[in-house]
């Protein structure tokens, strides 16, 4: 407090006077360090262009992702799922993603009624239902799963889909053609 | 001696934008806790157009900002400016327009947001006669303050006129790149900017305005206060000088940190993020010397309440300076950006920077003017505590829920996908948190009760305001340069060299930045092109504006892995390109919707828009059910298509001429798509058919795309009828 006296200024406004300290050093070395790592990182991914752009990054994630995806699928199938648990399942699938459209019992809404023997598209075989439900129909609003879904629950919801056909629940009119069995 | 003479600061005025600024505070933080409440519990939406979320909240911010900080800056820009330059004020006709047209602004914003006249664009919402209003108003304050700088009885300016003359220059040329926009009706205009040159512009402006309205005026009230309140001096004058000229210049670059991983050219998002790191030492700079001025004086931090606000109001500057450049790293950024770590960053500043200061300040001012003490010291102390408990639980509230539901997004498995695919899952884990950022909300809010009961009974119980003080000054300052003075010394006397100084100083990153930005073209590349929206689609466009859906969902998918996998392809610059305003947004309470296009079935938007809840069970999604019962002003899109013509989209002369033909064309088929499933009534020139128009079409306007081609042609007679 001593040295005040020394690093008063004689500037004063209204009562306020100004002491004369020396930037504090830590606070110049931040910014300091701040200014030469700004410096380096421009160099390094606008001027030499040695980092990766965000695109370059971007498609990095992507195979590595896919990659992911492709040992999961080969190190897959080692535990048996019985019947019932896929249903179970493919039920909580179908609460949880489908049910917005196509009713809590499969009975129709925004999207056609599953349960009533009526199909839109051949004849509703599982593997139609798998395809459709993994690439959607996009034009006529039934969304795509394959990002959203992984490949075992899509099994899931499709086999728990053919599993609710002609049970008849009341609900949205029928589309399609009627298939006999 | 020189010979002296009496001046009359004029404290009138400064009572009233005080008073202003208390009253506009209410009406800020009531609007912040209903918002709070809406998203913790979506009936306080009360299915009300003019309470919904999405108008109030740019309501509460625009008060915040402008309402209650604005009033509170001119008050101690007036009451402080007087007393350093030692004069009165330059006019008091400039001094009542500035007050009356400043509170008539207000006033039309607290009209016209909830009505839904909104650009959709942050912190810049208001239509363009209010953006008028501004600049004019803006005029009037910078011509009484320079004036009084003129006339002044002190020839150097001390460092907290540094900061207002910043402030002033600053925003002055922030606001007005911002809002050129060309009007299409009384209260409804297109940004002449759009897409990335938009998202960029507002971006400039929208941080800067946190910059330049929110952070440099309070700087400069804070070197007036803090060394009056605690009678010590200033720590460091040659710390004050490299501060402020580099934070000055530093500022204006970091806007493009609201934009990392999106479109923007990598470049920009460089600088952005570069600039925003180098800012943190300048920005502590003015921390430290608000807080070392306190040595010798720390005891007053237990015994004088208007001390404690005002040392933790620079506290929190400090938090909030010190997160920011944080927040700017690349890697940090993709975790907090549109979460609610945002929303805990800015309430960090506004409540406890911002508000804290301003309380402080008033504390400070209105016994002095009114010639008093305040009544009571207790309730100042609970004012504090109560408020800085609000502000904790606030801060740390929206901190986990921030993070929590960015780690929750941005989580992929080991087999490739995401963990939490469905989007309203993680809503859910958040939404107790924002029963406790409401509680927060409500703590402030009695604070506040707390002043302002307080203030009534001090200002009750005095005499009368002192509405001029006399003091006596030097009569003559001598303002000639004096060569044995150090450089800087010289500058604070040279206001005009000093001003011109600090507009080139942003005027750098400024030009740096948007000028390359304007050339966009070279950026885009042809395979990109994209067709503009058809009529509908833009009436559509226009609603969504108008709703302000941009408060909860993006239209931009970002350029990593966990955004693609959630919303498909990362967006390009050339989608936005005729997107005027841009709507990128900020925040994502609600999921993105850049490649929302047909995605959902007509019907399906048509349920969710009248009750989301229909659709999605857990949805927190206000309802919009009046869009059924408000009609598209088909004609007047022959005008919009005009104006949107002239700004760049690429419409034919014909399709402006037919415009409403054109749209209701597709509102016909729109309207068919939906009556065959069911919806019953006339909904064709509904605005709700627009908006699902517009919707269907997002992330669909490539020009491959067939039906988005055929839609472009729907223009009755423009086929071979001529």
Known sequence: ?181 | MSQKIQVRYDNKIVAFFVLASIFWAGAAFLAGVLAALQLAYWPFNFELEWLTFSRIRPLHTNAAIFAFAGNAIFAGMYHSTQRLLKTRLFSDALSWIHFWGWQLIILSAAITLPLGFSQSKEYAELEWPIDIAITLIWVVFALNFFGTIVKRKEKHIYVAIWFYIATIVTVAVLHIVNSLEIPVGFLQSYPIFGGVQDALVQWWYGHNAVAFFLTTPFLGLMYYYIPKAVNRPVYSYRLSIVHFWSLVFIYIWAGPHHLLYTSLPDWAQTLGMIFSLMLWAPSWGGMINGLLTLRGAWHLLRTDPIVKFLVTAVTFYGMSTFEGPLLSIKSVSLLAHYSDWIIAHVHGGALGWNGFLSFGMFYYIIPKIWKTKMYSTRLMNYHFWIGLSGILIYYISMWASGITQGLMWRAIDDSGYLVYPDFVETVMQIAPLYWVRAVGGILYLTGYVLAVYNIVKTIKSANALEADETVEVNATVDLSVDKSEGFHRRLEGMVTIFSVLVFLSIAVGSILEIVPTLSIHKYVPQSDEVLPYTALEQAGRDVFVTEGCYVCHSQQIQKHVSDVLRYGPASTIGESIYDHPFQWGSKRTGPDLARVGRKYPDLWHFRHMMNPRSMVEKSIMPSYPWLLDKKVDFYSLRKKLSVLKMVGVPYTDEQVAQADRWAEAQADEVAASLAKEGVEGEIKGTKLVALIAYLQALGKKSKDDEKAKAHLELVPGGGGEQ
């Open chain 1, 1 to 181: 407090m001593e040295d005040d006296k020394n690093l008063m200024l004689d500037h004063e406004y209204d009562g306020i006077q100004e002491l004369d300290n020396n930037l504090p050093n830590w606070w110049l070395w931040t910014f300091f360090g701040a200014i030469i790592f700004a410096f380096l990182y421009w160099i390094h991914y606008d001027v030499s262009q040695s980092g990766p752009t965000l695109d370059q990054e971007l498609a990095q994630g992507i195979a590595r992702v896919e990659q992911h995806r492709k040992n999961a699928q080969s190190s897959g199938g080692g535990e048996e799922v019985s019947e019932e648990e896929m249903l179970a399942a493919g039920q909580t699938v179908f609460r949880n993603y489908c049910a917005a459209c196509h009713g809590q019992k499969g009975e129709g809404g925004v999207g056609p009624n599953l349960t009533d023997g009526y199909w839109i598209y051949e004849k509703g075989a599982p593997d139609t239902i798998k395809g459709l439900v993994t690439k959607g129909i996009l034009d006529k609003g039934m969304p795509a799963w394959e990002s959203m879904l992984k490949p075992n629950e899509i099994d899931a919801v499709v086999k728990y889909v053919s599993s609710i056909r002609n049970t008849n629940e009341k609900g949205k009119e029928p589309q399609g053609n009627k298939v006999d069995e």
